[in-house]
């Protein structure tokens, strides 16, 4: 054989051996076989059987939970309500808790591990005496477990951080943080808020009979207190004032049976809060701020429990009953009105309603009203009419009286109504000051209004006694 040729083959020889490395290095692979020890079961059983609970052995203290019935209660008792899926994240700690893994078979020295002495030392005993008795020590290195050993067991595993922390739950750390009673802010029927100052803001939703009537305005509540006569809410405003409330939330549960309430601001509270529902009543009282004021002390009246609160929540207390009152002077409804007299402008005018019935041309419909509209005792176009009462009715109150003035008016409008209590009612318009007049209602100063609003209200009321065109 040739050299050429011996060194053909070797070339060939060399080039599949590199083809072969080729193929072999870039072979799909089989996936690794994954191994997966099985968790240690540390501690298994019914947890709806245990029927109590000791923390012990901890810089929190010591807390023993019992259950008597289907409820749960500290021992001694405390008039705390507790959060039910706490309760039951603290029984699954004792009921199925797993180990991650075995950190050591043979401790030689448990203070490494934070076990001698353990951090806290945590006992479920179940309905049939049987006792579960757990160890717990420092956070691991990883961070996110737990070493812990059991009674009875030398090994020292880890354990998921939730169960660790479980062990050092504190009273606070189980309790409700819900409002009790639970009211329903969309059936609110009654509200009262007392001021720091001294101010009383009182509703109570309209009756049925009050409710098919906007005199006092078109809110579902009627304005008891500050002023003088009820007024209605401003129904675009006034659940700001009367849900406000909803958004209290217990942020820190502060102390139970306080002994001195004078250190929280409750002795003598900046505000006190009634709130009604159908059902419920429940009465806040607040105290002064925490530290840098973020939050605010409060307690619910007959409650032996100081709480804090975020003070952002409260905004709504330092509402002004100016800004809730409906604003319309007196609207009632024109079907509610059979005349109005009004002196102004150095005269006096009589508009007047005449309403017939009709009988309904088919039996079973209701008769049809006809009302005609009349002018110092002249008949006027029913659009004109309806316009000019629109601006009559539209009166609004700009501003709180500051100051009481005689009652000699400029203008003063009476009304004659055929429903309500009163079925006559009489708005005064007197001399406040330069800009503005005061309103009085049947008698009474509250409110003050622009000069302007009469002053255009009379413009219109001049067009309607000539018969002319009564703008929007």
Do not use: C
């Not at 808020?193 to 101010?199: D, I, K, P, V």
């Not at 675009?236 to 102390?255: H, M, P, R, Y």
């Not at 804090?308 to 009953?321: E, G, I, R, W, Y």
Request: glycine letters at 8%; hydrophobic letters at 40%.
């Amino acid at each position: 054989m040739s050299k050429r040729l011996w060194t053909l083959i070797i070339v060939v020889v060399a080039l599949g051996a590199v083809i072969g490395a080729y193929f072999w290095i870039t072979r799909p692979k089989a996936a690794p076989a994954v191994t997966q020890g099985a968790k240690t079961e540390l501690s298994k059983g019914d947890k709806d059987s245990i029927v109590k609970i000791t923390l012990a052995d901890r810089a929190e203290g010591t807390l023993v939970l019992v259950k008597k019935g289907d409820a749960w209660t500290t021992d001694p008792a405390l008039p705390v309500t507790f959060d039910q899926s706490n309760i039951d994240d603290l029984l699954y700690s004792f009921s199925s808790l797993l180990a991650e893994r075995v950190i050591d078979p043979a401790p030689t020295d448990l203070s490494q591990y934070g076990l001698k002495p353990a951090r806290a030392t945590a006992v479920a005993t179940w309905k049939d005496g049987t006792e579960h008795t757990i160890y717990l020590g420092d956070k691991t290195e990883a961070g996110n477990t737990y070493y812990l050993q059991v009674k009875g067991d030398p090994k020292v595993y880890s354990v998921w951080m939730n169960n660790g922390e479980h062990y050092h739950w504190k009273l606070a750390d189980l309790r409700s943080k819900t409002i009790s009673p639970a009211l329903k802010y969309d059936e609110v029927t009654y509200i009262k808020l007392t001021e720091s100052n001294g101010t009383v803001i009182e509703a109570r939703a309209k009756t049925p009979e009050e409710s098919k009537t906007y005199q006092l305005g078109f809110g579902s509540f009627m304005l008891l207190k500050p002023y003088s006569y009820q007024r209605g809410l401003d129904s675009e405003k006034q659940d700001a004032f009367l849900k406000g409330a909803q958004n209290i939330a217990i942020s820190t549960f502060v102390e139970d049976n306080p002994k001195d309430l004078g250190k929280y601001g409750l002795a003598h509270p900046s505000a006190e809060l009634i709130v009604k529902d159908k059902t419920s009543s429940i009465d806040f009282l607040f105290g002064s701020a925490v530290g840098s004021a973020s939050e605010t002390y409060f307690m619910i009246k007959g409650q032996p429990s100081v709480y804090s609160t975020d003070s952002s929540s409260l905004s709504f207390l330092a509402t002004k009953p100016f800004d809730i009152v409906d604003k319309f002077t007196f609207i009632p409804n024109i079907d509610d009105v059979d005349g109005v007299t009004i002196h102004g402008g150095g005269a006096t005018h009589t508009l007047a309603i005449t309403r017939t019935s009709k009988k309904a041309d088919k039996a079973g419909d209701p008769d049809v009203v006809v009302a005609t509209y009349a002018v110092d005792g002249k008949n006027a176009e029913e659009d004109n009419f309806k316009k000019f009462y629109q601006a009559l009715i539209g009166l609004q109150v700009e501003g709180e009286s500051a100051r009481r003035v005689p009652n000699i008016p400029e203008v003063s409008v009476t009304f004659n109504l055929n429903k309500g209590t009163s079925r006559t009612v009489r708005v005064d318009y007197a001399n406040y000051d330069r800009d503005f007049d005061a309103i009085f209602l049947n008698g009474i100063n509250e409110f003050a209004l622009t000069k302007g609003q009469l002053t255009n209200m009379l413009a219109k009321l001049d067009l309607l006694v000539k018969g002319e065109k009564v703008p929007d």
